[in-house]
């Protein structure tokens, strides 16, 4: 805890020895609670008539963890997500600043269709959308993610441009166009590069999420990281294996997840800075910049 | 088109599995939630300690990976909860760091001088937060909350891919049945999804209006 917050004092000899003591009650009953489910993992299981050890037990991830070709292909299934997260990156923002440009169009017979178009994207689900394009345009699973999540995200990266523009004050795009800038010069050159800084935090925010969505290629049958694990090799291991693939899965994704949170929080935090926006003093402390994605 | 009409009485059987995945587990997050986001304001630097963990594993984690937890790992620890509920509590579990983090974003809302008045009147923490910033908060937090609520509808989504044959599953059963017209049976699920995502997405623009022009 960095600053002490406005909702209590510092807390006194009293408040400290109480507080301790909530706090040793606290991590009792959590420590009690993770003792409880090792155990309960560590114990021996019938499966069928036979008496399989438990989870933590070396036979059950012996097999996997000293077997290179395992290795191999958790890397491969790695690898197939981020590279289905990179390109669907790539078109999520080049389909973000389109939805951004034609929604805020002079031009109503632009606007309207487009406005209906983005809301349709933005309230049904992706593995819909993904589904929907696997089987209507048969483009196999891979585009389907790929299209699927670069679509998605591109209609939320289109909406945050679009409120980065409309936060801009009005005197930039006056000047842009007094200047004899056309309407497309003024929003290209003058307000999207400002809008874009400003909602960075927010787009790079919305790229993690689009990385955590690869994990529905499972259901579509992309073979990303999670389809790779618990869906091949537990059938090519035996499903006995399948809570150390589960354990390595997770320590893979949270990995990964958590080291691109991190950058994005890094960067947000930069660019604040740049712009000389103190950051506010505030009752809950300071938020992240996913708060404003809410999947 | 015939598709969907002949199979409605399927459509909305899904429809309203996926209402009731979307109620009972968006009704469960708010209250995790809620008491998540009060355990990370709190003063006992454990409760936070812990809130923060949470809110941050939980986040990190692919919604698929939640419900394989759900439908492997928890019978290993011995439930026997039919896939209604495993989803259910994974969704829930998904959910309610994202509600933390919005009731979170609401209380920032309030003017820091609330609190301090507060405060410099003798309230406790408890008095503070209870009377002072969440009455306050509570109007800030609904449109976020409504946002988060909206990608929970969409999230049921996975959970019907994975065991309960909501809309999606619906969906999925039917185009495979009838591949000549999966358009049309897409787009009737699609339809659905939109007739609570839509009207969600409306009412949080209006409240949010409403509550700037309040401040």
């Given at each position: 805890?960095s600053?002490?917050?406005?909702?209590?004092?510092a807390?006194?000899?009293?408040?400290?020895?109480?507080s301790?003591i909530a706090s040793?009650?606290?991590i009792?009953?959590l420590?009690a609670?993770?003792a409880?489910?090792?155990?309960?993992l560590a114990?021996?299981?019938?499966?069928?008539?036979?008496t399989l050890p438990?989870?933590?037990d070396?036979?059950?991830?012996?097999r996997?963890?000293?077997?290179?070709?395992?290795?191999?292909?958790v890397?491969?299934?790695?690898?197939?997500?981020l590279?289905a997260?990179?390109?669907?990156?790539v078109?999520a923002i080049?389909?973000?600043?389109?939805?951004?440009?034609?929604?805020?169009?002079p031009?109503?017979?632009?606007?309207?269709?487009v406005?209906?178009?983005?809301?349709?994207v933005r309230?049904m689900?992706?593995?819909?959308?993904?589904?929907?394009i696997?089987?209507?345009?048969?483009t196999?699973?891979?585009?389907?993610?790929?299209?699927?999540?670069?679509?998605?995200?591109?209609?939320?990266?289109?909406?945050?441009?679009?409120?980065?523009?409309?936060?801009?004050?009005r005197?930039?795009k006056?000047?842009?166009?007094?200047?004899g800038?056309?309407?497309?010069?003024t929003k290209?050159?003058?307000?999207?590069?400002?809008?874009?800084r400003?909602?960075?935090?927010?787009?790079?925010?919305?790229?993690?999420?689009?990385?955590?969505d690869?994990?529905l290629?499972f259901?579509?049958?992309?073979?990303e990281?999670?389809r790779?694990?618990?869906?091949?090799l537990?059938?090519?291991?035996g499903n006995?294996?399948?809570?150390?693939?589960f354990v390595?899965?997770l320590?893979?994704y949270?990995?990964?997840?958590?080291?691109?949170?991190?950058v994005?929080?890094?960067?947000?935090?930069?660019?604040?800075r740049k712009?000389?926006?103190?950051?506010?003093?505030?009752?809950a402390g300071p938020?992240?910049?996913?708060?404003?994605?809410?999947e | 088109?015939?598709?969907?009409?002949d199979?409605?009485?399927?459509?909305?059987?899904?429809f309203a599995?996926?209402?009731?995945?979307l109620?009972?587990s968006?009704?469960?997050?708010?209250?995790?939630?809620?008491?998540?986001?009060?355990?990370?304001?709190?003063?006992?630097?454990s409760?936070?300690?812990?809130?923060?963990?949470y809110?941050?594993?939980?986040?990190?984690?692919?919604?698929t990976l939640?419900?394989?937890?759900?439908?492997i790992?928890l019978?290993?620890l011995?439930?026997e909860?039919?896939?209604?509920?495993c989803?259910?509590i994974?969704?829930?579990?998904y959910?309610?760091?994202?509600?933390?983090?919005?009731?979170?974003?609401?209380v920032?809302?309030?003017?820091?001088?609330?609190a301090?008045?507060?405060?410099?009147?003798?309230?406790g923490?408890g008095?503070t937060?209870?009377?002072?910033?969440?009455?306050?908060a509570?109007r800030?937090v609904?449109?976020?909350?409504?946002?988060?609520?909206?990608a929970?509808?969409?999230?049921?989504?996975v959970?019907?891919?994975?065991?309960?044959?909501?809309l999606f599953?619906?969906?999925?059963t039917?185009?495979n049945?009838?591949?000549?017209?999966?358009?049309?049976?897409?787009?009737a699920?699609?339809?659905?999804?939109?007739?609570?995502?839509?009207?969600?997405?409306?009412?949080?623009?209006?409240?949010?209006?409403?509550?700037?022009?309040?401040?």
């Amino acid at each position: 805890m960095s600053a002490p917050s406005v909702l209590f004092d510092a807390p006194g000899p009293l408040a400290r020895r109480r507080s301790r003591i909530a706090s040793v009650i606290v991590i009792l009953v959590l420590a009690a609670g993770a003792a409880w489910v090792v155990y309960t993992l560590a114990q021996p299981r019938d499966s069928g008539g036979i008496t399989l050890p438990g989870f933590f037990d070396w036979s059950r991830w012996e097999r996997l963890v000293t077997d290179p070709e395992f290795w191999t292909f958790v890397g491969r299934g790695l690898l197939a997500t981020l590279q289905a997260a990179a390109i669907a990156a790539v078109i999520a923002i080049v389909v973000g600043v389109l939805f951004a440009l034609l929604r805020t169009s002079p031009k109503a017979v632009v606007r309207v269709p487009v406005t209906i178009v983005l809301e349709f994207v933005r309230g049904m689900p992706v593995l819909l959308m993904m589904f929907f394009i696997l089987l209507v345009a048969s483009t196999g699973a891979f585009w389907a993610v790929v299209l699927g999540l670069g679509l998605y995200n591109g209609a939320i990266i289109g909406e945050a441009l679009r409120a980065g523009i409309a936060s801009l004050p009005r005197g930039q795009k006056e000047a842009g166009l007094s200047l004899g800038l056309t309407r497309l010069q003024t929003k290209m050159l003058i307000e999207f590069p400002q809008a874009f800084r400003q909602m960075l935090p927010i787009i790079l925010a919305q790229l993690v999420v689009l990385l955590k969505d690869t994990s529905l290629g499972f259901i579509v049958g992309y073979n990303e990281l999670i389809r790779v694990t618990m869906n091949n090799l537990s059938a090519y291991y035996g499903n006995r294996f399948l809570f150390t693939l589960f354990v390595i899965t997770l320590v893979i994704y949270l990995t990964v997840n958590l080291t691109f949170s991190w950058v994005t929080r890094r960067i947000a935090a930069r660019s604040a800075r740049k712009r000389g926006a103190a950051a506010k003093k505030t009752i809950a402390g300071p938020l992240d910049p996913a708060d404003a994605t809410t999947e | 088109m015939n598709v969907v009409i002949d199979n409605l009485p399927l459509y909305l059987e899904g429809f309203a599995q996926t209402l009731s995945l979307l109620v009972i587990s968006g009704l469960a997050a708010l209250v995790v939630g809620t008491i998540v986001a009060v355990m990370r304001i709190s003063p006992i630097p454990s409760l936070s300690g812990f809130a923060a963990v949470y809110t941050e594993l939980l986040r990190n984690t692919p919604l698929t990976l939640v419900l394989f937890f759900c439908a492997i790992i928890l019978p290993y620890l011995g439930s026997e909860l039919p896939y209604f509920w495993c989803a259910i509590i994974g969704l829930t579990a998904y959910t309610s760091p994202f509600v933390a983090e919005a009731i979170r974003s609401g209380v920032n809302g309030v003017p820091i001088g609330q609190a301090e008045a507060a405060r410099s009147l003798g309230l406790g923490f408890g008095q503070t937060v209870g009377i002072i910033i969440f009455p306050q908060a509570i109007r800030m937090v609904i449109p976020p909350l409504i946002n988060v609520l909206i990608a929970l509808t969409k999230n049921t989504s996975v959970a019907g891919a994975f065991f309960v044959a909501e809309l999606f599953g619906v969906g999925r059963t039917l185009a495979n049945a009838n591949g000549n017209a999966v358009v049309a049976v897409l787009l009737a699920v699609a339809t659905f999804y939109l007739l609570i995502t839509i009207p969600l997405g409306i009412l949080a623009g209006r409240l949010e209006k409403k509550f700037v022009v309040q401040r």
